[in-house]
Protein backbone atom coordinates (compact mmCIF):
# COMPACT_ATOMS: atom_id res chain seq x y z
CA UNK A 1 0.00 0.00 0.00
CA UNK A 2 2.89 2.76 0.41
CA UNK A 3 4.85 1.26 -3.05
CA UNK A 4 1.05 2.36 -4.02
CA UNK A 5 0.95 5.96 -2.95
CA UNK A 6 4.51 6.62 -3.54
CA UNK A 7 4.06 5.99 -6.51
CA UNK A 8 0.60 8.51 -6.76
CA UNK A 9 2.09 11.11 -4.80
CA UNK A 10 5.07 10.71 -7.43
CA UNK A 11 2.68 11.19 -10.33
CA UNK A 12 1.00 14.13 -8.87
CA UNK A 13 4.26 15.64 -8.35
CA UNK A 14 4.78 15.20 -11.61
CA UNK A 15 1.61 16.78 -12.68
CA UNK A 16 2.27 19.39 -10.40
CA UNK A 17 5.73 20.64 -11.86
CA UNK A 18 4.91 20.28 -15.47
CA UNK A 19 1.35 22.45 -14.62
CA UNK A 20 3.89 25.23 -12.66
CA UNK A 21 5.82 25.30 -16.32
CA UNK A 22 3.00 25.51 -18.30
CA UNK A 23 1.91 29.00 -16.23
CA UNK A 24 4.91 30.50 -17.01
CA UNK A 25 3.36 31.06 -20.23
CA UNK A 26 0.18 32.03 -19.32
CA UNK A 27 0.58 34.43 -16.50
CA UNK A 28 3.39 36.83 -15.15
CA UNK A 29 4.20 38.45 -12.23
CA UNK A 30 2.56 38.25 -8.96
CA UNK A 31 -0.45 36.69 -10.58
CA UNK A 32 2.03 34.11 -11.52
CA UNK A 33 3.85 33.54 -8.03
CA UNK A 34 0.32 33.33 -6.22
CA UNK A 35 -1.29 30.80 -8.67
CA UNK A 36 2.08 28.65 -8.25
CA UNK A 37 1.97 28.77 -4.52
CA UNK A 38 -1.72 27.80 -4.26
CA UNK A 39 -1.22 25.11 -6.97
CA UNK A 40 2.08 23.88 -5.06
CA UNK A 41 -0.40 24.27 -1.67
CA UNK A 42 -2.98 22.14 -2.86
CA UNK A 43 -0.54 19.61 -3.78
CA UNK A 44 1.13 19.59 -1.07
CA UNK A 45 -2.19 19.16 1.18
CA UNK A 46 -3.02 16.59 -0.97
CA UNK A 47 -0.08 14.20 -0.31
CA UNK A 48 -0.09 14.72 3.11
CA UNK A 49 -3.80 13.16 2.99
CA UNK A 50 -3.06 10.56 1.36
CA UNK A 51 -0.27 9.42 4.26
CA UNK A 52 -2.74 10.26 6.38
CA UNK A 53 -5.36 8.36 5.05
CA UNK A 54 -6.95 11.07 6.04
CA UNK A 55 -10.17 13.48 4.36
CA UNK A 56 -8.81 17.36 4.22
CA UNK A 57 -12.38 18.57 3.67
CA UNK A 58 -14.37 15.80 5.53
CA UNK A 59 -16.40 18.99 6.90
CA UNK A 60 -17.60 20.09 3.83
CA UNK A 61 -17.45 17.14 1.11
CA UNK A 62 -17.54 13.30 1.39
CA UNK A 63 -14.51 11.25 0.44
CA UNK A 64 -15.86 10.32 -2.54
CA UNK A 65 -16.84 13.55 -3.33
CA UNK A 66 -13.27 14.98 -2.37
CA UNK A 67 -11.48 12.46 -4.31
CA UNK A 68 -13.14 13.55 -7.46
CA UNK A 69 -12.25 17.32 -6.59
CA UNK A 70 -8.90 16.26 -6.43
CA UNK A 71 -9.00 14.51 -9.41
CA UNK A 72 -10.42 16.77 -11.55
CA UNK A 73 -7.90 19.29 -10.21
CA UNK A 74 -5.03 17.46 -11.13
CA UNK A 75 -6.08 16.32 -14.62
CA UNK A 76 -6.66 19.72 -15.13
CA UNK A 77 -3.17 20.62 -13.85
CA UNK A 78 -1.90 17.64 -16.84
CA UNK A 79 -4.43 18.66 -19.42
CA UNK A 80 -2.88 22.42 -18.86
CA UNK A 81 0.94 21.20 -19.49
CA UNK A 82 -0.43 19.26 -22.83
CA UNK A 83 -2.22 21.74 -23.86
CA UNK A 84 0.59 24.31 -23.12
CA UNK A 85 3.09 22.78 -24.39
CA UNK A 86 1.57 22.24 -27.54
CA UNK A 87 0.76 25.70 -28.27
CA UNK A 88 4.47 26.36 -27.35
CA UNK A 89 5.90 24.07 -29.89
CA UNK A 90 3.95 25.59 -32.50
CA UNK A 91 4.65 28.70 -31.93
CA UNK A 92 8.55 27.71 -32.04
CA UNK A 93 8.04 25.80 -35.35
CA UNK A 94 5.76 28.76 -37.05
CA UNK A 95 8.28 31.70 -35.79
CA UNK A 96 11.16 29.39 -37.16
CA UNK A 97 9.59 28.35 -40.55
CA UNK A 98 9.14 32.42 -40.84
CA UNK A 99 12.67 32.92 -39.92
CA UNK A 100 11.89 35.55 -36.89
CA UNK A 101 14.56 36.42 -35.17
CA UNK A 102 14.80 35.59 -31.36
CA UNK A 103 14.43 38.38 -29.10
CA UNK A 104 14.95 37.58 -25.17
CA UNK A 105 13.21 40.36 -24.36
CA UNK A 106 9.77 39.28 -26.03
CA UNK A 107 6.82 38.83 -24.10
CA UNK A 108 6.40 34.68 -23.63
CA UNK A 109 2.69 34.48 -22.43
CA UNK A 110 0.58 32.51 -24.99
CA UNK A 111 -2.35 34.45 -26.76
CA UNK A 112 -5.79 34.07 -25.63
CA UNK A 113 -3.64 32.82 -22.37
CA UNK A 114 -7.57 32.12 -20.69
CA UNK A 115 -8.22 29.42 -23.30
CA UNK A 116 -6.09 26.51 -22.32
CA UNK A 117 -7.05 26.60 -18.23
CA UNK A 118 -10.58 26.87 -19.64
CA UNK A 119 -10.56 24.26 -22.03
CA UNK A 120 -7.87 21.70 -19.15
CA UNK A 121 -10.74 22.19 -16.79
CA UNK A 122 -13.39 21.39 -19.45
CA UNK A 123 -11.87 18.17 -20.47
CA UNK A 124 -10.88 17.12 -16.97
CA UNK A 125 -14.96 18.04 -15.64
CA UNK A 126 -16.14 15.81 -18.96
CA UNK A 127 -13.73 12.94 -17.64
CA UNK A 128 -14.95 13.07 -14.11
CA UNK A 129 -18.73 13.83 -15.03
CA UNK A 130 -19.64 12.03 -18.09
CA UNK A 131 -17.59 9.68 -19.05
CA UNK A 132 -17.28 7.81 -15.99
CA UNK A 133 -21.12 7.33 -15.49
CA UNK A 134 -21.90 6.79 -19.30
CA UNK A 135 -22.35 3.22 -20.50
CA UNK A 136 -21.30 1.55 -23.46
CA UNK A 137 -23.20 -1.59 -24.55
CA UNK A 138 -21.10 -3.74 -27.18
CA UNK A 139 -22.35 -7.63 -28.17
CA UNK A 140 -20.54 -10.34 -29.35
CA UNK A 141 -21.44 -13.85 -31.25
CA UNK A 142 -18.78 -16.52 -30.21
CA UNK A 143 -18.94 -19.49 -32.50
CA UNK A 144 -18.62 -23.28 -30.38
CA UNK A 145 -18.36 -26.34 -31.88
CA UNK A 146 -21.77 -27.09 -29.82
CA UNK A 147 -25.19 -26.97 -31.89
CA UNK A 148 -27.00 -27.16 -28.69
CA UNK A 149 -25.74 -24.08 -27.54
CA UNK A 150 -26.31 -22.24 -30.34
CA UNK A 151 -28.09 -18.50 -29.64
CA UNK A 152 -27.27 -19.63 -25.32
CA UNK A 153 -26.38 -15.95 -23.94
CA UNK A 154 -24.04 -15.33 -20.74
CA UNK A 155 -24.00 -11.44 -19.24
CA UNK A 156 -21.28 -10.04 -17.33
CA UNK A 157 -20.19 -7.78 -14.74
CA UNK A 158 -16.74 -7.14 -13.21
CA UNK A 159 -15.31 -4.70 -10.97
CA UNK A 160 -17.97 -2.31 -10.25
CA UNK A 161 -15.78 -1.53 -7.05
CA UNK A 162 -19.22 -0.81 -4.98
CA UNK A 163 -18.35 2.11 -2.52
CA UNK A 164 -17.67 6.00 -2.62
CA UNK A 165 -18.33 5.77 -6.54
CA UNK A 166 -20.87 3.49 -7.29
CA UNK A 167 -23.88 2.89 -4.99
CA UNK A 168 -26.13 -0.01 -4.70
CA UNK A 169 -29.17 2.22 -6.49
CA UNK A 170 -26.19 2.18 -9.77
CA UNK A 171 -25.51 -1.59 -9.01
CA UNK A 172 -29.50 -2.07 -9.03
CA UNK A 173 -30.15 -0.21 -11.89
CA UNK A 174 -27.34 -2.45 -13.78
CA UNK A 175 -28.70 -5.16 -12.62
CA UNK A 176 -32.10 -4.44 -14.30
CA UNK A 177 -30.57 -3.30 -17.61
CA UNK A 178 -28.67 -6.64 -17.59
CA UNK A 179 -31.67 -8.41 -17.17
CA UNK A 180 -33.69 -6.78 -19.72
CA UNK A 181 -31.55 -8.56 -22.19
CA UNK A 182 -32.98 -11.96 -21.21
CA UNK A 183 -29.49 -13.87 -20.77
CA UNK A 184 -29.36 -17.63 -19.96
CA UNK A 185 -26.37 -16.94 -16.82
CA UNK A 186 -24.94 -13.56 -15.29
CA UNK A 187 -21.23 -14.50 -14.42
CA UNK A 188 -19.83 -11.82 -11.72
CA UNK A 189 -16.15 -11.74 -11.97
CA UNK A 190 -14.71 -9.86 -9.15
CA UNK A 191 -14.10 -6.62 -7.71
CA UNK A 192 -17.70 -6.52 -7.20
CA UNK A 193 -18.00 -5.89 -3.39
CA UNK A 194 -15.41 -3.20 -2.19
CA UNK A 195 -17.44 -1.68 0.41
CA UNK A 196 -17.42 -4.01 3.74
CA UNK A 197 -20.31 -2.37 5.37
CA UNK A 198 -22.68 -2.73 2.11
CA UNK A 199 -21.73 -6.54 1.44
CA UNK A 200 -24.22 -8.13 2.77
CA UNK A 201 -26.72 -6.10 1.44
CA UNK A 202 -25.16 -6.09 -2.05
CA UNK A 203 -25.66 -9.46 -2.04
CA UNK A 204 -29.15 -9.67 -1.25
CA UNK A 205 -29.72 -6.95 -3.99
CA UNK A 206 -27.69 -9.65 -6.37
CA UNK A 207 -29.91 -12.20 -5.17
CA UNK A 208 -32.92 -10.60 -5.48
CA UNK A 209 -32.32 -10.77 -9.50
CA UNK A 210 -31.62 -14.93 -9.68
CA UNK A 211 -34.83 -15.73 -10.75
CA UNK A 212 -34.63 -13.81 -13.90
CA UNK A 213 -31.47 -15.98 -15.18
CA UNK A 214 -32.60 -19.59 -16.17
CA UNK A 215 -28.81 -20.89 -15.39
CA UNK A 216 -28.35 -18.64 -12.41
CA UNK A 217 -25.65 -16.48 -11.14
CA UNK A 218 -22.25 -17.42 -11.16
CA UNK A 219 -19.35 -15.37 -9.01
CA UNK A 220 -15.66 -15.85 -8.67
CA UNK A 221 -13.45 -13.71 -6.22
CA UNK A 222 -11.01 -10.68 -7.52
CA UNK A 223 -8.46 -9.38 -5.38
CA UNK A 224 -10.76 -6.18 -3.85
CA UNK A 225 -12.81 -8.79 -2.03
CA UNK A 226 -9.34 -10.66 -0.42
CA UNK A 227 -8.27 -6.78 0.25
CA UNK A 228 -11.63 -5.75 1.92
CA UNK A 229 -12.08 -8.76 4.29
CA UNK A 230 -13.26 -11.84 1.88
CA UNK A 231 -14.82 -13.97 5.18
CA UNK A 232 -17.34 -11.42 5.10
CA UNK A 233 -18.05 -12.18 1.14
CA UNK A 234 -18.29 -15.51 1.20
CA UNK A 235 -20.24 -15.53 4.69
CA UNK A 236 -23.18 -13.58 2.65
CA UNK A 237 -22.46 -16.24 0.04
CA UNK A 238 -22.87 -18.98 1.49
CA UNK A 239 -26.89 -17.77 2.34
CA UNK A 240 -27.72 -16.95 -1.48
CA UNK A 241 -28.76 -18.53 -4.06
CA UNK A 242 -25.80 -17.13 -6.56
CA UNK A 243 -22.99 -20.09 -7.27
CA UNK A 244 -19.72 -19.48 -5.37
CA UNK A 245 -16.78 -21.22 -7.98
CA UNK A 246 -13.57 -21.55 -6.04
CA UNK A 247 -10.94 -23.65 -7.65
CA UNK A 248 -13.88 -25.78 -9.08
CA UNK A 249 -16.35 -26.28 -11.99
CA UNK A 250 -19.86 -27.28 -11.89
CA UNK A 251 -22.52 -28.70 -15.24
CA UNK A 252 -24.74 -26.50 -16.04
CA UNK A 253 -26.24 -28.08 -18.43
CA UNK A 254 -26.39 -31.85 -19.34
CA UNK A 255 -26.30 -33.34 -22.58
CA UNK A 256 -24.01 -34.73 -25.36
CA UNK A 257 -21.77 -31.49 -25.00
CA UNK A 258 -22.55 -30.90 -21.66
CA UNK A 259 -21.81 -27.34 -20.31
CA UNK A 260 -19.65 -26.31 -17.35
CA UNK A 261 -18.62 -23.30 -15.24
CA UNK A 262 -15.67 -23.04 -13.67
CA UNK A 263 -14.17 -20.30 -11.45
CA UNK A 264 -10.66 -19.61 -9.94
CA UNK A 265 -9.52 -17.67 -6.66
CA UNK A 266 -7.04 -14.75 -7.04
CA UNK A 267 -3.74 -15.36 -6.60
CA UNK A 268 -3.05 -12.72 -3.95
CA UNK A 269 0.76 -14.54 -3.60
CA UNK A 270 1.31 -11.10 -6.59
CA UNK A 271 0.67 -8.94 -3.52
CA UNK A 272 2.47 -11.04 -0.79
CA UNK A 273 5.69 -12.41 -2.76
CA UNK A 274 5.76 -9.37 -5.51
CA UNK A 275 9.33 -10.50 -6.23
CA UNK A 276 8.60 -14.54 -6.00
CA UNK A 277 7.51 -14.58 -9.93
CA UNK A 278 7.96 -18.35 -9.55
CA UNK A 279 5.78 -18.60 -6.26
CA UNK A 280 2.53 -16.99 -8.10
CA UNK A 281 2.71 -18.67 -11.72
CA UNK A 282 2.72 -21.92 -8.90
CA UNK A 283 0.00 -20.72 -7.52
CA UNK A 284 -2.01 -19.77 -10.15
CA UNK A 285 -1.50 -23.27 -12.14
CA UNK A 286 -3.05 -24.83 -9.10
CA UNK A 287 -5.67 -23.19 -9.50
CA UNK A 288 -6.48 -23.69 -13.11
CA UNK A 289 -5.68 -26.95 -12.18
CA UNK A 290 -8.51 -27.51 -9.73
CA UNK A 291 -10.50 -25.76 -11.45
CA UNK A 292 -10.53 -27.26 -15.02
CA UNK A 293 -8.64 -30.60 -15.09
CA UNK A 294 -11.70 -32.68 -13.80
CA UNK A 295 -14.23 -30.69 -16.54
CA UNK A 296 -14.76 -33.66 -19.30
CA UNK A 297 -12.97 -33.39 -23.15
CA UNK A 298 -16.36 -32.98 -24.82
CA UNK A 299 -17.74 -30.24 -22.66
CA UNK A 300 -18.15 -26.12 -23.14
CA UNK A 301 -16.50 -25.08 -20.53
CA UNK A 302 -16.69 -21.18 -19.04
CA UNK A 303 -13.88 -20.84 -16.70
CA UNK A 304 -14.52 -17.34 -14.71
CA UNK A 305 -11.53 -15.77 -13.80
CA UNK A 306 -10.45 -11.99 -12.59
CA UNK A 307 -6.39 -12.30 -13.40
CA UNK A 308 -5.93 -12.22 -16.88
CA UNK A 309 -2.80 -14.63 -16.82
CA UNK A 310 -5.07 -16.98 -16.43
CA UNK A 311 -6.03 -16.98 -20.44
CA UNK A 312 -3.13 -18.96 -20.90
CA UNK A 313 -4.11 -21.60 -18.56
CA UNK A 314 -7.54 -21.99 -19.98
CA UNK A 315 -6.00 -22.02 -23.53
CA UNK A 316 -3.38 -25.09 -21.68
CA UNK A 317 -6.43 -27.14 -20.64
CA UNK A 318 -8.22 -26.22 -24.24
CA UNK A 319 -10.02 -23.38 -23.88
CA UNK A 320 -11.03 -21.69 -27.01
CA UNK A 321 -12.76 -18.79 -26.52
CA UNK A 322 -10.88 -16.21 -23.94
CA UNK A 323 -12.66 -13.38 -22.36
CA UNK A 324 -10.60 -10.72 -20.05
CA UNK A 325 -7.34 -9.49 -18.96
CA UNK A 326 -7.95 -6.60 -17.75
CA UNK A 327 -9.27 -4.72 -21.27
CA UNK A 328 -12.00 -7.08 -21.57
CA UNK A 329 -10.82 -9.74 -24.57
CA UNK A 330 -13.07 -12.34 -26.19
CA UNK A 331 -12.38 -14.66 -29.06
CA UNK A 332 -13.80 -18.14 -30.22
CA UNK A 333 -12.77 -21.07 -32.40
CA UNK A 334 -14.12 -24.66 -32.92
CA UNK A 335 -10.78 -26.87 -32.21
CA UNK A 336 -11.45 -27.43 -28.82
CA UNK A 337 -15.30 -27.91 -27.08
CA UNK A 338 -14.74 -24.82 -24.57
CA UNK A 339 -15.05 -21.37 -24.53
CA UNK A 340 -13.68 -19.08 -21.58
CA UNK A 341 -14.78 -16.02 -20.03
CA UNK A 342 -12.70 -14.07 -17.89
CA UNK A 343 -12.17 -10.66 -16.80
CA UNK A 344 -10.34 -8.31 -14.46
CA UNK A 345 -9.66 -4.36 -13.98
CA UNK A 346 -9.70 -2.07 -16.98
CA UNK A 347 -6.19 -0.17 -16.71
CA UNK A 348 -5.79 -0.05 -20.00
CA UNK A 349 -9.03 1.72 -20.51
CA UNK A 350 -10.05 4.83 -18.71
CA UNK A 351 -9.97 4.63 -14.98
CA UNK A 352 -12.14 2.57 -12.51
CA UNK A 353 -14.08 1.70 -15.49
CA UNK A 354 -16.68 -0.60 -15.05
CA UNK A 355 -18.04 -3.35 -17.61
CA UNK A 356 -20.43 -5.79 -18.44
CA UNK A 357 -20.73 -8.30 -21.31
CA UNK A 358 -23.01 -10.36 -23.03
CA UNK A 359 -21.58 -13.40 -25.27
CA UNK A 360 -23.56 -15.37 -27.23
CA UNK A 361 -22.60 -18.80 -28.49
CA UNK A 362 -22.98 -19.63 -31.92
CA UNK A 363 -22.58 -23.30 -33.85
CA UNK A 364 -19.00 -23.62 -35.60
CA UNK A 365 -17.20 -25.13 -38.48
CA UNK A 366 -13.25 -26.45 -37.74
CA UNK A 367 -10.39 -24.35 -36.62
CA UNK A 368 -6.43 -25.26 -35.79
CA UNK A 369 -5.34 -24.71 -32.41
CA UNK A 370 -2.92 -22.09 -33.23
CA UNK A 371 -5.60 -20.08 -34.80
CA UNK A 372 -7.44 -20.19 -31.00
CA UNK A 373 -4.44 -19.75 -29.19
CA UNK A 374 -3.87 -16.35 -31.60
CA UNK A 375 -7.63 -15.36 -31.37
CA UNK A 376 -7.29 -15.91 -26.73
CA UNK A 377 -5.18 -12.85 -27.60
CA UNK A 378 -6.49 -10.31 -29.86
CA UNK A 379 -10.17 -9.87 -29.55
CA UNK A 380 -12.94 -8.12 -27.18
CA UNK A 381 -15.63 -7.91 -26.20
CA UNK A 382 -17.67 -5.76 -23.46
CA UNK A 383 -20.67 -3.76 -22.48
CA UNK A 384 -18.32 -1.83 -20.65
CA UNK A 385 -19.56 0.53 -17.31
CA UNK A 386 -17.79 3.75 -17.35
CA UNK A 387 -17.60 5.18 -13.94
Avoid at 120 to 135: I, K, P, S, V
Avoid at 302 to 328: K, N, W
Wanted: proline share 3%; charged share 20%.
Amino acid sequence: MISFLILLVTALAAFTVAALWALRYLLGGRALFICRVLVGVVFAVAAASFFARRNPLAALLSDGATISLGSVFFLTLMFLFLFVSAAVALRAVYRRMLAMPEDAGRRRVLRAAGVYPAAALGTALYGNLYERNETVERRYDIPVAAPALAGYTVAQLSDVHLGMFFSLERLKSLLQRVTDASPDALLLTGDIFDHPAWTAEAVQLIDGFAAAFPDGIWYCHGNHEHIRGIALVEEALATSKIHFLKNEAQCVRQGAQPLYFAGVDYPMSEYEKRLDAEAFQREKAAYAKAALEAIPADAVTVLLAHHPEFIDDGAEYGASCSRGTRTARSSASSACRSFLCSSTRAASSRRGRRRATSIRATAAGSRTASAARRRLRTSSCALRRKQ
